[in-house]
């Protein structure tokens, strides 16, 4: 029973860094509205993303090497949910999450990713880029530039969570 736990505590950085490509994908695919993309291969992409990365953040905050703090698990939930349906709440969920994970040093340039990245998805929402949303009007230029710096952004910052995870880099649990 060890070994299966062992496995799982090692999949869980791993299946963030899967949920951080299939974000990127999905969200910068979306963001050319002249992707001819199956619905059902998008829909699927989406479904991975969400449902990776909210296994990789609960690990995360679950794991020995970041502070189980009470920030830390309403930015988890608002990060989950904001990858369904909000991205504000997907920004606020990342940026409470930062909060929670800057004490430990080695995850400042993440940090930056993830904020910069979070502060720039607020930005293109004020400026009107709602991509992948119904009926949603192509963004302006400076919309979309924010957009997609945003999801570069948090894409990459949530892919160095996983790969600078203890456990991914290590091969070993630190439980």
Known sequence: MKDKADS????GPWLLVIGAVAFGLFWEAALLSDADIPVAISLGVHGISIITI??????????????????GWVGVAL???????????LAVGLIL????????????????????????????YLLGARPGTEDAA??????????????????????????KHPIASSGTSSH
């Open 8 to 11: 799982l505590d090692r999949a």
């Open 54 to 71: 909210a296994m990789g953040l609960i690990h995360l905050q679950l794991s020995a090497s970041t502070d189980r703090t009470t920030i």
């Open 79 to 89: 990060t989950i949910a904001g990858t369904a349906a909000s991205f504000v709440l």
């Open 97 to 124: 999450i930062v909060i929670s994970l800057l004490r430990a040093r080695e995850w400042r340039d993440v940090s930056t990713l993830l904020v910069a990245g979070s502060i720039a998805l607020l930005i293109s």
């Open 138 to 163: 192509d963004p302006s230029l400076v919309a979309a530039i924010f957009f997609g710096g945003a999801t570069l952004s948090i894409s990459l910052g949530l892919l160095l969570i996983g790969v």
